[in-house]
């Protein structure tokens, strides 16, 4: 999923360079589609896959699955035209292989036309060559004409700086995200530390079972609360948290009518000291109680677009508990293609829960209603 960008005036290399921004990632050895809907202008989404190659540099044939099941989502989703990108330095970027993916790729995509154009891009630098290498079909060949960007004349180009494209800039000033390196960066950022900030860490002893779920729900609030910027506007991060405020955390977490009470905050003014809260207590629990605070992350970037966010969260909550439902119904969602806005019908269960509970929640920020 991505935020969409108006392609009618650019050119192959500004739409290229432009992936990075849409993913939030910079995009390694992979396969990439950037999908159009009714507007053959607009770019509505991307989806990313791994490109697994086997000893002779061919695809592995699972990944012809993989084709058909982003085919059904595209259809599903009245996704009119699809551009393929591939990402890949093990071959030269004319190499006959790419080619050949592309191919297969199209006729997985028959349904909606086919492939409009491929591209190869070795790495997502600025100043690296792509290629086009994959023509598009007449416009009469599918359900609409081809994106403008699938008709460009040029064969090859230069990419620009992928971290300094238009689409990286409003995404860090909608998100207040950079585009990270890569992947990894993601999954670096939910690394496991210790259970808490103190020196006497004593996490067995902390015992909150008999704590009631509308304190429990309080108690997580006011956390989040304290992680919103000072009046100067500086974002000193979640505060130090103890043994027993972790222990507290993670019980509240894990208490069903708690976690989908504060699902609501992913489209609140606490939106982003939430996100803060969520990936502090995911690094700092573990089993249940960290698949539960990955969930919560996952939702909140899931319902805000930020897929690519959302996915190695969600890894990360079935990693450490395979059975976590919410992270399950997620995943699957996720995969298939189903858009955040389908999530937004959950948040009137979040509200009814926490009034319920006696405890206020704020309002959703018009803009994050409305996305």
Wanted: aromatic letters at 4%; glycine letters at 8%.
């Amino acid at each position: 999923m991505s935020a969409s960008i108006d392609s009618r005036s650019l050119s192959s290399s500004a739409l290229l360079t432009a992936v990075p921004g849409l993913l939030g990632f910079i995009p390694e050895r992979s396969f990439i589609l950037l999908a159009f809907g009714d507007d053959p202008r607009v770019v509505r989404t991307a989806m990313r896959h791994d490109l697994v190659l086997d000893e002779s540099g061919e695809m592995v044939p699972a990944l012809k699955s993989v084709f058909g099941d982003l085919a059904e989502v595209c259809v599903r989703n009245q996704i009119r035209a699809v551009v393929a990108v591939v990402a890949d330095d093990r071959h030269p970027a004319g190499d006959e292989r790419y080619r050949r993916i592309c191919a297969i790729a199209d006729r997985r995509f028959a349904e909606i036309g086919g492939i409009a154009a491929g591209f190869v891009v070795p790495e997502f630098a600025d100043g690296a060559r792509w290629q086009r290498i994959w023509d598009p079909r007449p416009p009469t060949a599918g359900p609409m004409s081809t994106p403008p960007i699938a008709r460009s004349a040029a064969p090859r180009g230069r990419l620009g700086n992928p971290h300094t494209s238009p689409t990286a800039v409003h995404q860090a000033v909608a998100t207040g995200r950079r585009v990270l390196a890569r992947r990894s960066d993601m999954v670096a950022m939910l690394a496991p530390l210790d259970h808490c900030a103190g020196d006497s860490c004593d996490a067995g002893r902390c015992e909150v079972d008999s704590a009631s779920d509308a304190g429990l729900l309080r108690g997580v609030v006011e956390h989040v609360i304290s992680t919103m910027p000072s009046p100067t506007g500086e974002v000193e991060g979640p505060r130090e948290l103890d043994c027993a405020t972790v222990t507290m955390l993670g019980t509240a977490l894990t208490r069903l009518p708690v976690r989908d009470a504060v699902l609501a905050l992913a489209v609140t003014d606490l939106r982003h000291a939430a996100e803060m809260l969520w990936r502090e207590l995911t690094r700092r629990l573990t089993g249940s109680q960290r698949a539960s605070a990955a969930t919560l992350l996952a939702h909140l970037h899931y319902i805000n677009g930020e897929g690519g966010y959302a996915g190695v969260a969600l890894d990360c909550a079935l990693a450490a508990d395979a059975g976590w439902s919410l992270a399950v119904l997620l995943d699957s969602a996720l995969r298939g293609g189903m858009p955040p806005r389908m999530l937004r019908a959950m948040l009137d269960d979040s509200y009814r829960i926490a009034h319920s509970l006696g405890v206020p929640m704020p309002a959703p920020t018009p803009e994050l209603e409305a996305g």
